[in-house]
């Protein structure tokens, strides 16, 4: 009886996982890569019934548990971080970016950066990591050591014919305030 109710409840779990709806299933229509090495992703549906910053939330959430702590890539600012997309050839990408707590929910309650485009041309596009001015709202000085931001990306665009969001997170420093005293 307690091990049937533990796999009902396994599935139970497995099937309301956000990782469970829309899934990339081709395994490698979409590459991120730093400085060569492979960016973590998850590629989503844009529309699911649930308000953009839910979802959006959600994703990083279950991302962030997906990975390792230690394997959340570090990324430099003002590192280019290219975006190689299978099947897509020319389009462009709407990049937003959050700052995020160690569990992948929004650190702050305002919107994201802002965005900019990411243009993909031949399947293939790049853009330079720079800085958010969110990660200079806290307080905590341990928060402006080297890696310590954590900040969740997403590309929105047309991919396949659909509407899709690409997420992904990193760590990166929050950046420089000015010179060192």
């Not at 395994?27 to 991120?32: F, P, S």
């Not at 707590?101 to 929910?105: F, I, K, Q, Y």
């Given at each position: 009886m307690k091990r049937s109710l533990c796999v009902l409840l396994l599935f139970l779990l497995t099937a309301c996982s956000p990782?469970?709806?829309e899934e990339d299933s081709t395994?490698?229509?979409?590459?991120?890569l730093a400085d060569g090495a492979e960016i973590p992703l998850a590629v989503r549906a844009a529309n699911d019934g649930q308000t953009n910053r839910e979802r959006h939330e959600k994703q990083y959430q279950a991302l962030v548990e997906l990975i390792e702590p230690g394997n959340i890539p570090y990324i430099q600012l003002g590192e280019s971080i290219e975006v190689h997309l299978a099947e897509v050839d020319d389009a462009d990408y709407e990049l937003t970016d959050v700052i995020l707590?160690?569990?992948?929910?929004y650190k702050y309650k305002m919107p994201d950066n802002g965005s900019q485009t990411v243009v993909i041309s031949g399947g293939s596009g790049s853009f330079e990591l720079s800085i958010n001015p969110a990660a200079f709202l806290s307080?905590?000085?341990?928060?402006?050591?080297?890696?310590?931001?954590?900040?969740?990306?997403?590309?929105?665009?047309?991919?396949?014919?659909?509407?899709?969001?690409?997420?992904?997170?990193?760590?990166?420093?929050?950046g420089s305030v000015g010179p060192s005293l």
């Open positions: 990782w469970d709806q395994g490698r229509a979409v590459t991120l707590l160690p569990d992948g929910s307080s905590s000085t341990s928060d402006y050591e080297p890696g310590a931001t954590l900040r969740g990306f997403r590309l929105s665009g047309m991919g396949g014919g659909e509407l899709q969001d690409i997420y992904f997170v990193l760590r990166t420093d929050a």
